[in-house]
């Protein structure tokens, strides 16, 4: 019971998008540790030199980089792509031809096949780049959020991440390559915009007026998005990611800016994969064929019925109640994961153990898809109103345009294998027996598996007999393709609730497991897979209560692959609470407007149901992973759980104080004192001011500026005392997220803390004071402050009083939910109510307020 209850506990991974995540003593220490940084670079002396140095131009170079990454992104995934696809074809077609020998013989080659790339996958990430592991997206949201991510937007984990993500999902693990292409998009718009790599040592003399913090935070965010557009197809889709989920900041011409290129990486994308299959030239470059720009291609239009509401909204509320559960799932098996590997004390036994686990999944996984087939019949394809079985396999309209595959390899024409069925009385069917009108031709599709069955047997190019099994259809291929047997329209009867509900717990677990393993894995199209599931059940839960497949035009609705559809959407929204994004994803993956409001619908409601159980997946990873992030609205209780309306509350209720300043001249051992002794991400900068004799707010220089100033070859060649230096130094030089590994920061720091000279050696610090650091009053409302620290991007957010004396500093983790709720609870056990009044207090306190540099009511 105690664990049961620990299980759910609330405020930590069983918690509403109302509810602050509860963080241990530990994991604020992780989170103190995470540096942020500025979207706007500093605005500082040698920073407008900088920019009066650029040539003048009208944003071309921003739109060719643009396309640059879009064009890139695009190419990345066609080479993921290809190869992905030739590893799943490959081990599928062998092991079709090893059924003629044995079950064991086919087994032993899915088997030793799949775990061998897994292995390599999970290999490449536990001993060479654990960043590279996942999906990558819960970092890429932290940085674009303004938190400083080490090590996962470079050359090396870009290079880990592609060859993890084509092995693993080659290999057949349940997981998908859209996750890891975000990751990678992020990573081409960052390094292709900076022109230079740290992992390679190699800094190019091209653009590097993007070298800044905004323009790098801007491409990262359109590579990114253009990273969804290949994917998917979808480049409005992917625009709306960009804007919904990973963006912080959004403006309507960086909006065009990424729809260019978004367009662009979808176009490229589309180009190759429709002109190449396999990496063999198909003969027709630049025809863009329905079945590579579409993903899903639904060739059969049906119209929606405002009683198809009903059955949309039952699939959302599924969607949201299965969603929370594989997000609540997912966090504890990583909890798990993490709290095993940490008692292992040999960093090298750790990377064993986080390396044996990918194959493990993969050898239940292939063991299960070979062997789970035989507890299912085989079903005949060829339909028979006397006949108990179902129905034909996948059936297609034969007036589309799409060209099928025999099973020599060869693409056959659009009437190929027509069937014609006679139409039975209605008295004569049963719900499980009955076929189509006879008004009505299909083809046969060439993805149905028939495993141990019969072969069909074709007279005169038509089937008259042969079977399926459906397990197999489902499991013994790439998961794209199984979704593409799934969202089949006018197949009623193509699968029995047995083997979709044998499926669905199975894949669930094992996908929700793989997803956290060290494998370069994305969770997208596993998500649509096990929606898919659920969906065709209700669907064909609505066949059976109608009394068979529907031949009035006004229930044409009921169709499983429509409700399949619908809940595969409803299963991705209620797992990312996405819904704008997804909803045109959605849309733009399958070509169906018409289902634009079902899906709306499902999606919503799954949200609004989530969102009652548990945070987002990717908010819930990062906070699992103690990356500092600000919401777009904070959410604030007290004790009592009632809602804290933060427009009653001011800036000084939760600011740090006292705050340490500096001026804008100050002696290399003062400064070195303080980078030694505290650690401080930014000091404000004060200035006498003759006018109201006393010291006022002037700008702020950050940690690494102020390191930067006293790396300084001309500083530390210093040997006069009582001197002032102006540091020689550009903007490039000051302008840094770190310090270079190679250079001893501490020695240099400790050098001049020791010798006495420096005491006497001063800099100054005036060309490089951020001059347009924003700072408010005390006064000002808190709501306001977190809209303004947040929408601008800041790292710091200097609070002044009224004769603008600095009294305190904001940063991003005292913004942060927990940390607001605390800060205003304090408040009130200092004698404050919690609706912006004042209460008495003792004269202890006023005398502690004071000396925290409160002001005027402040406390």
């Given at each position: 019971?105690?664990?049961?209850?620990?299980?759910?506990?609330?405020?930590?991974?069983?918690?509403?998008?109302?509810?602050?995540?509860?963080?241990?003593?530990?994991?604020?220490?992780?989170?103190?540790?995470?540096?942020?940084?500025?979207?706007?670079?500093?605005?500082?002396?040698?920073?407008?030199?900088?920019?009066?140095?650029?040539?003048?131009?009208?944003?071309?170079?921003?739109?060719i980089?643009?396309?640059?990454?879009?064009?890139?992104?695009?190419?990345?995934?066609?080479?993921?792509?290809?190869?992905?696809?030739?590893m799943?074809?490959?081990?599928?077609?062998?092991?079709?031809?090893?059924?003629?020998d044995?079950?064991?013989?086919?087994?032993?080659?899915?088997?030793?096949?799949?775990?061998?790339?897994?292995s390599?996958?999970?290999?490449?990430?536990?001993?060479?780049?654990?960043?590279?592991?996942?999906?990558?997206?819960?970092?890429?949201i932290?940085?674009?959020?303004?938190?400083?991510?080490?090590?996962?937007?470079?050359?090396?984990?870009f290079?880990?991440?592609?060859?993890?993500?084509c092995?693993?999902?080659?290999?057949?693990?349940?997981?998908?390559?859209?996750?890891?292409?975000i990751?990678?998009?992020?990573?081409?718009?960052t390094?292709?915009?900076?022109?230079?790599?740290?992992?390679?040592?190699?800094?190019?003399?091209?653009?590097?007026?993007?070298?800044?913090?905004?323009?790098?935070?801007?491409?990262?965010?359109?590579?990114?998005?253009?990273?969804?557009?290949?994917?998917?197809?979808?480049?409005?889709?992917?625009?709306?990611?960009?804007?919904e989920e990973?963006s912080?900041?959004?403006?309507?011409?960086?909006?065009?800016?990424?729809?260019?290129?978004?367009?662009?990486?979808?176009?490229?994308?589309?180009?190759?994969?429709?002109s190449?299959e396999?990496?063999?030239?198909?003969?027709?470059?630049?025809?863009?064929?329905?079945d590579?720009?579409?993903i899903f291609?639904?060739?059969?239009?049906?119209?929606?019925?405002?009683?198809?509401?009903?059955?949309?909204?039952?699939?959302?509320?599924i969607?949201?109640?299965?969603?929370?559960?594989?997000?609540?799932?997912?966090?504890?098996?990583?909890r798990?994961r993490?709290?095993?590997?940490?008692?292992i004390?040999?960093?090298?036994?750790?990377?064993?153990?986080?390396?044996?686990?990918?194959?493990?999944?993969?050898?239940?996984?292939?063991?299960?898809?070979?062997?789970?087939?035989?507890?299912?019949?085989?079903?005949?394809?060829?339909c028979?109103?006397?006949?108990?079985?179902?129905?034909?396999?996948?059936?297609?309209?034969?007036?589309?345009?799409?060209?099928?595959?025999?099973?020599?390899?060869?693409?056959?024409?659009?009437?190929?294998?027509?069937?014609?069925?006679?139409?039975?009385?209605?008295?004569?069917?049963?719900?499980?027996?009955?076929?189509?009108?006879?008004?009505?031709?299909?083809?046969?599709?060439?993805?149905?598996?028939?495993?141990?069955?019969?072969?069909?047997?074709?007279?005169?190019?038509?089937?008259v007999?042969?079977?399926?099994?459906?397990?197999?259809?489902?499991?013994?291929?790439?998961v794209?393709?199984?979704?593409?047997?799934?969202?089949?329209?006018?197949?009623h009867?193509?699968?029995?609730?047995?083997?979709?509900?044998?499926?669905?717990?199975?894949?669930?677990?094992?996908?929700?497991?793989?997803?956290?393993?060290?494998?370069?894995s994305?969770?997208?199209?596993?998500?649509?897979?096990?929606?898919?599931?659920?969906?065709?059940?209700?669907?064909?839960?609505?066949?059976?209560?109608?009394?068979?497949v529907?031949?009035?035009?006004?229930?044409?609705?009921?169709?499983?692959?429509?409700?399949?559809?619908?809940?595969?959407?409803?299963?991705?929204?209620?797992?990312s609470?996405?819904?704008?994004s997804?909803?045109?994803?959605?849309?733009?993956?399958?070509?169906?407007?018409?289902f634009?409001?079902?899906?709306?619908?499902?999606?919503?409601?799954?949200?609004?149901?989530g969102?009652?159980?548990?945070?987002?997946?990717?908010?819930?990873?990062?906070?699992?992973?103690?990356?500092?992030?600000?919401?777009?609205?904070?959410?604030?209780?007290?004790?009592q759980?009632?809602?804290?309306?933060?427009e009653?509350?001011?800036?000084?209720?939760?600011?740090?104080?006292?705050?340490?300043?500096?001026?804008?001249?100050?002696?290399?051992?003062h400064?070195?004192?303080?980078?030694?002794?505290?650690?401080?991400?930014?000091?404000p900068?004060?200035?006498?001011?003759?006018?109201?004799?006393?010291?006022?707010?002037?700008?702020?220089?950050?940690?690494?500026?102020?390191?930067?100033i006293?790396?300084?070859?001309?500083?530390?060649?210093?040997?006069?005392?009582?001197?002032?230096?102006?540091?020689?130094?550009?903007?490039?030089?000051v302008?840094?997220?770190?310090?270079?590994?190679?250079?001893?920061?501490?020695?240099?720091?400790?050098?001049?803390?020791?010798?006495?000279?420096?005491?006497?050696?001063?800099?100054?610090?005036?060309?490089?004071?951020?001059?347009?650091?924003?700072?408010?009053?005390?006064?000002?409302?808190?709501?306001?402050?977190?809209?303004?620290?947040?929408?601008?991007?800041?790292?710091?957010?200097?609070?002044?009083?009224?004769?603008?004396?600095?009294?305190?500093l904001i940063?991003r983790?005292?913004?942060?939910?927990?940390?607001?709720?605390?800060?205003?609870?304090?408040?009130?056990r200092?004698?404050?109510?919690l609706?912006?009044g004042?209460?008495?207090?003792?004269?202890?306190?006023?005398?502690?307020?004071?000396?925290?540099?409160?002001?005027?009511?402040?406390?």
């Amino acid at each position: 019971m105690i664990a049961i209850f620990g299980f759910l506990t609330r405020g930590r991974d069983f918690e509403s998008v109302y509810t602050n995540h509860r963080y241990t003593q530990k994991e604020r220490e992780i989170l103190s540790n995470h540096d942020s940084f500025d979207y706007l670079p500093g605005h500082s002396v040698v920073y407008k030199e900088w920019l009066r140095r650029q040539p003048a131009r009208l944003d071309w170079d921003r739109w060719i980089m643009m396309g640059l990454i879009g064009v890139s992104i695009g190419v990345v995934y066609f080479l993921l792509h290809q190869p992905i696809h030739l590893m799943s074809h490959f081990k599928w077609h062998k092991a079709e031809h090893l059924l003629h020998d044995g079950l064991l013989k086919t087994w032993g080659w899915v088997l030793g096949f799949s775990v061998f790339f897994a292995s390599i996958s999970s290999a490449s990430v536990a001993f060479l780049c654990l960043t590279a592991g996942g999906s990558g997206i819960p970092e890429v949201i932290g940085f674009l959020n303004g938190t400083v991510m080490r090590h996962v937007l470079n050359l090396r984990a870009f290079c880990i991440k592609f060859f993890s993500c084509c092995c693993a999902v080659g290999a057949g693990l349940p997981v998908g390559p859209e996750g890891p292409m975000i990751h990678m998009g992020a990573i081409v718009g960052t390094g292709l915009s900076q022109f230079r790599s740290r992992t390679l040592g190699i800094t190019l003399p091209f653009f590097t007026r993007f070298r800044n913090s905004e323009d790098r935070r801007n491409f990262t965010t359109a590579g990114a998005a253009a990273g969804v557009a290949a994917a998917f197809g979808a480049p409005v889709g992917g625009l709306l990611f960009a804007m919904e989920e990973v963006s912080s900041f959004w403006s309507m011409k960086l909006g065009w800016m990424i729809f260019f290129s978004c367009m662009l990486a979808t176009f490229t994308a589309d180009l190759f994969n429709s002109s190449f299959e396999a990496f063999h030239f198909s003969g027709w470059f630049g025809l863009f064929h329905t079945d590579k720009y579409i993903i899903f291609k639904l060739g059969n239009a049906i119209p929606v019925n405002v009683i198809m509401f009903a059955p949309a909204m039952l699939l959302g509320f599924i969607g949201g109640i299965f969603g929370a559960i594989f997000t609540i799932l997912n966090l504890k098996i990583t909890r798990l994961r993490r709290r095993l590997v940490s008692r292992i004390k040999p960093p090298f036994a750790q990377k064993i153990v986080r390396f044996m686990e990918p194959p493990i999944i993969m050898i239940i996984y292939a063991t299960i898809t070979i062997f789970l087939p035989l507890a299912f019949p085989c079903k005949p394809m060829v339909c028979s109103p006397e006949s108990n079985s179902s129905m034909l396999i996948q059936l297609k309209d034969v007036n589309s345009n799409d060209h099928h595959i025999s099973d020599n390899g060869h693409h056959m024409q659009d009437d190929a294998y027509h069937i014609d069925v006679p139409h039975s009385p209605p008295e004569t069917l049963h719900s499980k027996s009955y076929c189509p009108p006879n008004d009505q031709k299909y083809v046969i599709d060439e993805q149905v598996k028939t495993f141990l069955c019969q072969a069909p047997v074709k007279v005169n190019g038509t089937i008259v007999s042969g079977e399926y099994n459906e397990v197999a259809s489902l499991l013994h291929s790439d998961v794209q393709s199984a979704l593409r047997l799934l969202f089949s329209r006018r197949t009623h009867l193509q699968f029995n609730y047995e083997s979709l509900l044998a499926v669905l717990p199975i894949f669930f677990i094992l996908a929700c497991w793989a997803s956290g393993s060290a494998v370069s894995s994305g969770i997208v199209v596993p998500m649509l897979f096990i929606g898919g599931i659920y969906g065709r059940v209700i669907g064909r839960v609505l066949v059976d209560l109608h009394g068979g497949v529907p031949t009035d035009h006004f229930w044409r609705w009921i169709d499983p692959g429509a409700l399949a559809l619908i809940g595969a959407a409803s299963f991705f929204g209620g797992v990312s609470r996405l819904t704008m994004s997804l909803t045109v994803i959605m849309i733009e993956i399958t070509n169906d407007v018409a289902f634009l409001l079902p899906i709306m619908v499902a999606i919503m409601v799954s949200k609004w149901v989530g969102d009652y159980i548990t945070h987002p997946l990717y908010h819930s990873l990062l906070e699992l992973k103690c990356i500092p992030f600000l919401d777009s609205e904070p959410i604030v209780y007290d004790e009592q759980h009632k809602l804290l309306n933060l427009e009653l509350f001011k800036a000084r209720d939760v600011m740090h104080c006292p705050v340490i300043t500096i001026t804008s001249r100050e002696s290399a051992a003062h400064l070195s004192h303080l980078l030694l002794e505290t650690t401080h991400g930014g000091f404000p900068v004060v200035k006498w001011h003759d006018d109201v004799k006393q010291e006022v707010a002037y700008g702020l220089l950050t940690r690494t500026e102020i390191a930067a100033i006293l790396l300084g070859e001309k500083l530390q060649q210093q040997k006069d005392s009582g001197v002032t230096l102006t540091p020689d130094l550009s903007y490039e030089d000051v302008s840094v997220d770190r310090i270079p590994a190679s250079v001893n920061l501490v020695e240099v720091l400790e050098k001049y803390t020791a010798l006495p000279h420096y005491k006497e050696v001063y800099i100054n610090l005036e060309p490089y004071v951020n001059r347009s650091a924003p700072h408010i009053e005390e006064d000002f409302a808190l709501h306001r402050t977190y809209i303004i620290f947040r929408t601008m991007g800041l790292r710091h957010l200097t609070v002044v009083d009224t004769a603008n004396r600095v009294v305190g500093l904001i940063s991003r983790k005292d913004l942060m939910g927990f940390n607001l709720e605390e800060k205003l609870e304090q408040r009130k056990r200092r004698g404050f109510s919690l609706d912006g009044g004042i209460q008495k207090l003792l004269p202890s306190e006023l005398a502690d307020c004071s000396s925290r540099g409160w002001g005027g009511d402040g406390c």
